[in-house]
């Protein structure tokens, strides 16, 4: 007889797991940018790894020693086509910030503008390419001897990852990325988009406004501004992107998000942004729907819709239902004050381990979007109900 109840084998099995998440990041962080970006990647996937690992990759740091002056000098004076002295009055030598994929330096241009020069580190394109076909044929290697997987998932899953990759270290993209965003949030004077200087910006080089500013977790250091007000704002400006033009920043987190004096919020960085697909937009107004018409059945064809829910049988469709139903009978009786979003996401994760449920990247950078924002929201107001705050954003689409 075994001396161990189910609850001890649960929490053995969790520790468990716990300890190879734990290992696998540390494998992860000496391995390099690319492994450090696929970890920081794979921890939205929520339909494919256990919580543990979720949790555990979440974690993952790219802050790494800033590479020699000499490095930058030599990639901006290559990429501008031109000598550091031509173009700037100053550039200092020691970086704002560093990452895995480049550092961050103050400077000023001829004409007296403060701009922060960031410059990728050398060979890096390079080097990721090479890791992923490193990658690719680890995974070749073992579906050719028989080891228990879904490779061809994974290759996919590897290939999207590169894709991702490649995008966030091509400045060009990144500038389109914040002119886009600066766009969709033209009618919200509060929020601070740095302006990009095109005329010294390369794939490699990106030389934007100097917006500088109290990170947004320095919450001793916010004490003249309004933190209440501050809070709406940045949940009613990310709404507006999700809700309303289906384009995102994916990366909100408090190294991307700082307050001027004035009580303003600049983001930065745009290397990561979203979208939902019209499909997906409208998938959001029938999943409103169906919670408010206490239709469960139009609540399951929008996760369909949405692409969460993955092509099913009518028969498949009777097993969904009491799949779904913890899930729908807390959305639908809670009231918009009771709906807690921790609450709410772990009842998704249950959801996505099962084999009729999938995650599509985008609606995964979404979640991670929500909860981290949540998350610093209620540093700053720890009574914010995040739904609460979405209900206009609700209303409007259903009238739409």
């Known amino acids: 007889m075994s001396l161990w109840t189910s609850k001890d084998k649960s929490e053995r099995a969790c520790a468990e797991r716990r300890k190879k998440a734990q290992q696998l990041r540390a ?6 940018v690319t492994f450090i970006k696929l970890g920081q990647f794979l921890s939205v996937r929520r339909d494919i790894l256990p919580l543990e690992f979720v949790e555990e990759l979440s974690l993952l740091q790219d802050k790494v020693p800033p590479f ?46 403060a701009v922060a020069v960031k410059v990728q580190r ?17 995974f070749r290697a073992a579906k050719a001897i028989n080891i228990k997987g879904d490779w061809d998932s994974w290759f996919s899953l590897i290939d999207e990852f590169g894709q991702c990759l490649l995008a966030e270290i091509d400045y060009l993209q990144e500038g389109r990325n914040a002119d886009h965003l600066r766009q969709v ?12 200087f095109w005329r010294y910006t390369t794939r490699r080089v990106i030389t934007e406004e100097l ?33 309303v033009h289906g384009y995102f920043h994916a990366d909100p987190h408090a190294g991307n998000l700082a307050v001027t ?10 290397g990561m ?35 969460i829910i993955r092509a099913i049988s009518r028969q498949d469709k009777e097993y969904l239902l009491t799949i779904i139903e913890p899930i729908w009978v807390y959305c639908h009786t809670a009231s918009t004050e009771e709906i807690d979003l921790l609450h709410l996401e772990k009842e998704i994760n249950v959801l996505l381990r099962n084999r009729y449920f999938q995650l599509p990247a985008n609606l995964a950078y979404l979640i991670r979007m929500i909860v981290a924002l949540e998350a610093i929201v209620r540093t700053l107001n720890p009574n914010f109900n995040f739904i609460r705050a979405a209900s206009p954003y609700f209303r409007a689409l259903l009238v739409s």
């Open 185 to 196: 949030l033209r009618n919200f004077p509060a929020i601070i988009i740095p302006r990009i």
């Open 261 to 270: 004096n004035e009580g303003k919020l600049i983001i930065y960085d745009f």
């Open 211 to 243: 917006c500088e500013g109290v990170k947004i977790d320095k919450i001793s250091l916010l004490k003249d501004i309004d933190l209440k007000r501050l809070a709406k704002q940045i949940v009613d400006a990310y709404l507006e992107q999700m809700m």
């Open 27 to 32: 494998v992860l962080t000496k391995l390099g």
């Open 122 to 138: 050398a060979n890096l394109a390079q080097v990721i390419n090479q890791d992923l076909a490193f990658l690719r044929s680890l």
């Open 273 to 307: 942004v979203s979208h939902l697909s019209e499909g997906q937009q409208q998938g959001m107004i029938k999943l409103i729907h169906g919670v408010i018409d206490n239709n469960i059945s139009g609540f399951i064809e929008a996760l369909e819709q949405m692409g």
């Open 68 to 113: 020699a002056f000499v490095e930058v000098r030599t990639t901006v004076e290559h990429e501008l086509e031109a000598k550091l002295n031509e173009i700037f009055c100053s550039f200092e030598s020691e970086p704002m910030a560093s990452a895995s994929i480049g550092q961050v330096h103050k400077a000023t241009l001829k004409n007296g503008q």
